[in-house]
């Protein structure tokens, strides 16, 4: 085996201690088990490889993304197996164990004023790729990132289940988890709700976006969203602290908010099976106040 035979295949656990109603389950799909730590494992794994089998980059190439975190590192370590430079544009509030672990694989980070926000670093990477010809992977407009979901963490839950899920929960930042996880599993079962999460206006949830319309990801379609439920920063915060206290599952802020938003749709049923991603693990928020 290989690393990138490691991407995918994540366990899910039942919510056992927070309580939800006796006929209503809820299981958290682990995504932290990835070797990267986190749900895009799978995205740079398909974007880099579709690139690769497409001839758009070859080894030696400079690729460049922007990125709040946990594309990055999976993309600086898919980038160092495959022999690619790897240029990373961030905010500079990102915590520093993102910072450092994406260096850890050999990528050169270049920070942006957190005031601008990703969508200022996403113009900085376009225009370093048309300045200096680097590719850009671009996760927002790349079908890669939600094929590698229709493909992989959509037939798991539908498995993992045995076709039971109600509903399926996600955050959206990319939305490329949840475009193509609801790809799959509408196509098993047209009944199965799909449920995204976004933040509260004013709320700065990692992981979790609200976009301005001009930089709405172009592989977002919300008629592939059943429902949207907003969840505020301090739920985000009070669930993932939950989640680490009583389940024993050690998670990030958006992953928090994902249980939270599925926690309120399971006040909405009488009955039903509902899987949420639990987006990535939680020691990259130790430097953060997440966890004081």
């Known amino acids: 085996m290989n690393i990138e035979d490691l991407i995918g ?44 089998e497409r001839g758009d980059v070859k080894p030696g190439d400079t690729l460049v993304e922007a990125t709040s975190g946990n594309t990055g590192i999976a993309l600086a370590m898919i980038a160092a197996m495959k022999g690619l430079k790897m240029k990373l544009i961030m905010p500079e509030d990102a915590t520093e164990e993102r910072i450092k672990s994406m260096k ?126 907003d969840v505020s920063q301090e739920e985000s915060t009070k669930m993932a602290r939950r989640m680490a206290k009583e389940e024993g599952i050690f998670a990030g802020m958006s992953s928090g908010g994902a249980l939270a938003a599925a926690l309120k749709v399971a006040d909405q049923i009488d009955e039903g099976v509902i899987v949420c991603i639990t987006c990535d693990r939680g020691d990259r928020y130790l430097s953060s106040p997440l966890f004081e």
């Open 104 to 229: 850890a694989f050999g990528a050169e980070v270049i920070l942006t004023p957190a005031e601008k926000t990703i969508e200022y670093s996403r113009d900085l990477a376009e225009e370093m790729a048309e300045e200096h010809g680097y590719f850009q992977l671009n996760q927002f407009a790349n079908p890669d990132n939600y094929k590698m979901h229709e493909q992989t963490t959509g037939p798991e839950i539908w498995r993992d289940t045995d076709g039971r899920i109600t509903h399926f929960v996600s955050a959206m930042g990319t939305t490329g988890t949840i475009m193509g996880v609801s790809r799959y599993l509408k196509s098993q079962n047209p009944d199965v709700q799909i449920v995204g999460t976004q933040p509260t206006e004013g709320s700065s949830i990692p992981g979790i976006r609200r976009w301005s319309p001009e930089f709405l990801p172009d592989i977002f379609d919300a008629d592939r969203v059943d429902q949207t439920v």
């Open 9 to 52: 295949n994540t366990p899910m656990v039942k919510l056992e201690k927070i309580p939800v109603k006796k006929d209503v389950t809820i299981f958290c799909k682990l995504e932290g088990h990835n070797p990267g730590g986190s749900v895009k494992d799978r995205a740079a794994l398909g974007m880099i490889n579709g690139a690769l």
